[in-house]
């Protein structure tokens, strides 16, 4: 599977089957986080085997079922946004290796999460990972001319770019970003959102359109 087919083919899986992963994708992915971590500054790390985080209290609570693994976001209050890019490519880099994922935020216990925390940090966002029960449903996108915008024609690049970002999983699938570009310089801005902060969600959207796109084709706008 290539980095293009899993951007196109994840999708957020909640319901997971007793499989567990072997040594191989373990050290690949543990190879693929580390990597992350340095580059990013982060402190994400593989919690496997820990239950208790998507243990339902009550028959029904929420909706994962048999989750069992995750990886903890920890990190910095500044550094959300690097939490979304980072995390997603570890998610892409997931599906490739045949898991599912799911970020979450909201629906799973913060006091039953196994990970470190330095004093400066916070678990900013977990992302629920094993073999999936289905592969998932694609989300309902805003069209992509209402999520971005452009002075003059928009090259190829850039329309492959806006078809990664639309595809990226935002929180209760938002899309609260816009894309804009002018000659090869491309800002991503978060849209003000009635539920929250959207740092997380922006990074993750810069991730897809940076691999849609291709890193040679543009540059970010400064911030
Ligand atoms: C930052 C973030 C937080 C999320 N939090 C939750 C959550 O708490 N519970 C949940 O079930 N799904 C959560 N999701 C998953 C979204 O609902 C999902 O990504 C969105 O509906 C788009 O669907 P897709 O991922 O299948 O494309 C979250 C997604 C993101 C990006």
Request: with cysteine; glycine share 8%.
């Given at each position: 599977m290539t980095i293009t087919e899993a951007i196109e083919t994840r999708h957020s899986v909640r319901q997971f089957t007793e499989q567990a992963m072997d040594e191989k994708t373990i050290a690949e992915l543990q190879k693929t986080i580390d990597e992350c971590n340095k580059e990013g500054h982060l402190h994400l790390q593989l919690c496997l085997n820990e239950p208790e985080a998507f243990?339902?209290?009550?028959?029904?609570?929420?909706?994962?079922?048999?989750?069992r693994n995750y990886i903890?976001?920890?990190?910095?209050?500044?550094q959300r946004e690097s939490c979304g890019y980072y995390g997603q490519k570890i998610v892409l880099a997931s599906q490739m290796l045949g898991l599912n994922t799911c970020w979450v935020?909201?629906?799973?216990k913060k006091g039953r999460a196994v990970y470190q925390c330095d004093?400066?940090?916070?678990?900013?966002a977990v992302i629920a990972l094993g073999y999936g029960i289905t592969q998932g449903t694609a989300h309902k996108s805003k069209e992509i001319d209402k999520l971005c915008t452009a002075k003059g024609e928009a090259p190829a690049w850039f329309q492959a770019g806006m078809k990664a970002a639309s595809l990226a999983p935002t929180a209760m699938n938002q899309q609260k970003f816009m894309i804009s570009l002018d000659g090869n310089t491309v800002s991503a801005k978060p849209l003000i959102s009635?539920?929250?902060?959207?740092d997380i969600d922006l990074g993750i959207v810069k991730c897809n359109f940076e691999i849609g796109a291709g890193k040679e084709n543009f540059h970010w706008a400064e911030r």
């Amino acid at each position: 599977m290539t980095i293009t087919e899993a951007i196109e083919t994840r999708h957020s899986v909640r319901q997971f089957t007793e499989q567990a992963m072997d040594e191989k994708t373990i050290a690949e992915l543990q190879k693929t986080i580390d990597e992350c971590n340095k580059e990013g500054h982060l402190h994400l790390q593989l919690c496997l085997n820990e239950p208790e985080a998507f243990q339902a209290s009550k028959p029904h609570y929420g909706s994962f079922v048999n989750c069992r693994n995750y990886i903890a976001v920890v990190a910095g209050p500044d550094q959300r946004e690097s939490c979304g890019y980072y995390g997603q490519k570890i998610v892409l880099a997931s599906q490739m290796l045949g898991l599912n994922t799911c970020w979450v935020v909201l629906t799973y216990k913060k006091g039953r999460a196994v990970y470190q925390c330095d004093p400066d940090e916070k678990l900013q966002a977990v992302i629920a990972l094993g073999y999936g029960i289905t592969q998932g449903t694609a989300h309902k996108s805003k069209e992509i001319d209402k999520l971005c915008t452009a002075k003059g024609e928009a090259p190829a690049w850039f329309q492959a770019g806006m078809k990664a970002a639309s595809l990226a999983p935002t929180a209760m699938n938002q899309q609260k970003f816009m894309i804009s570009l002018d000659g090869n310089t491309v800002s991503a801005k978060p849209l003000i959102s009635l539920v929250g902060n959207t740092d997380i969600d922006l990074g993750i959207v810069k991730c897809n359109f940076e691999i849609g796109a291709g890193k040679e084709n543009f540059h970010w706008a400064e911030r």
